[in-house]
């Protein structure tokens, strides 16, 4: 049974917008925190950005700050995570995840026992 179902990647210019979409079902409802972590290739997955409740806290990877948004839409059960600005080197396989994450651990994948499938997003230059 899927639990975090990410969609929305594609191919997409420099300076360009994506954005993905996480779809939240069972158990990882419950979670804390949700996540969207990427990895580029050859590369170790890295944080981007996460949210928690309650109050809807975010945070973000320096990388990201002002460039990308993640939200929660909870009637729908979905995160979001708005990628505005996009640069070549945003290129990577994002992953959404969800956890029980306190304290300023967000960051940590171990946080999350939730994952994707990964979706790919390519930036163009």
């Known amino acids: 049974q899927a639990q975090v179902v990410e969609s929305g990647g594609g191919l997409v210019q420099a300076g360009g917008s994506l954005r993905l979409s996480c779809a939240v079902s069972g158990r990882a409802l419950s979670t804390n925190t949700m996540g969207w972590f990427r990895q580029a290739p050859g590369k170790e997955r890295e944080f981007v950005a996460a949210i928690k409740r309650p109050g809807g806290s975010t945070y973000y990877a320096d990388s990201v700050k002002g460039r990308f948004t993640i939200s929660r839409d909870s009637a729908k059960n979905t995160i979001y995570l708005q990628m505005n600005s996009l640069k070549p080197e945003d290129t990577a396989v994002y992953y959404c995840?969800?956890?029980?994450?306190?304290?300023?651990?967000?960051?940590?994948?171990?946080?999350?026992?939730?994952w994707g499938q990964g979706t790919q997003v390519t930036v163009s230059s």
């Open positions: 995840a969800g956890g029980y994450s306190y304290g300023s651990r967000y960051y940590l994948e171990d946080e999350y026992g939730y």
